[in-house]
């Protein structure tokens, strides 16, 4: 059972422009947010956070929106860089169990 | 560097094989976390166990088994391999109270 569904699975976009990742989940005791970013031969690390009582939150280039009527939630990139080319994953978690969303493999183009 | 080890990075072996990947999380941190990561599955948490306890369960095969010792380091045993076993295996640890999971490089497991 897919608790978090992910799209779109890949995304191009040109230098400097604003790759929007989606998300949507279906547990409502999911308490926590993370967004992971991969790069290819290294493990998953942690982008950006948010819980459930922020709409949205915002870290250098990377922002979390939120929607808890609509239990969804979207990355989007600012300014975005071809280093920022990688796969990234939302995840949501509940007491530690956390749930990934199948991952969107954005491409920026220089 | 997230701070969580693994070894070996890769294994190759055949079906039928029993192998062992390692796990060493972030000093402090008591909660290790197993993922197979396999092209069509994407992150599939396995199991969940924290200062020796085991936590949590997730979609871990009857052959897979794992166990965290008093040093706190972990090992995911995989036994009567398949094919299908080959993937990315991360491991990942969190403070205690804190949902935020830190991963390890990975394991690649092959089998041939």
């Known amino acids: 059972q897919q608790q978090v569904k992910q799209s779109p699975q890949s995304l191009i976009v040109q230098k400097g422009g604003i790759p929007i990742i989606n998300c949507a989940y279906e547990?409502?005791?999911?308490?926590?947010f993370p967004w992971y970013q991969q790069f290819p031969g290294k493990g998953p690390a942690l982008l950006i956070a948010?819980?459930?009582?922020?709409s949205e939150k915002k870290e250098g280039r990377f922002t979390i929106s939120f929607n808890k009527s609509a239990k969804q939630f979207s990355l989007h990139i600012m300014d975005s860089q071809p280093g920022d080319s990688a796969t990234y994953f939302c995840?949501?978690?509940?007491?530690?169990?956390?749930?990934f969303g199948a991952g969107t493999r954005l491409t920026v183009k220089p | 560097d997230s701070g969580v080890t693994q070894t070996p990075k890769h294994l190759i072996t055949a079906t039928g094989q029993r192998v062992t990947l390692r796990c060493s999380p972030r000093s402090g941190d008591l909660s290790v976390y197993w993922y197979q990561q396999s092209l069509d599955q994407g992150l599939q948490f396995l199991i969940q166990y924290y200062n020796g306890e085991e936590r949590a369960k997730g979609n871990i095969l009857e052959r897979f088994s794992a166990q965290q010792f008093p040093d706190l380091h972990s090992e995911l045993n995989l036994s009567s391999l398949e094919l299908g076993d080959s993937a990315l295996y991360f491991c990942?640890?969190?403070?205690?109270?804190?949902?935020?999971?830190?991963f390890g490089p990975g394991t690649r497991l092959t089998v041939l």
């Open positions: 995840a949501a978690s509940i007491n530690n169990d956390m749930r």
């Open positions: 990942a640890s969190s403070r205690a109270g804190s949902d935020t999971q830190y």
């Open positions: 948010i819980r459930p009582d922020v």
């Open positions: 547990n409502t005791a999911f308490d926590y």
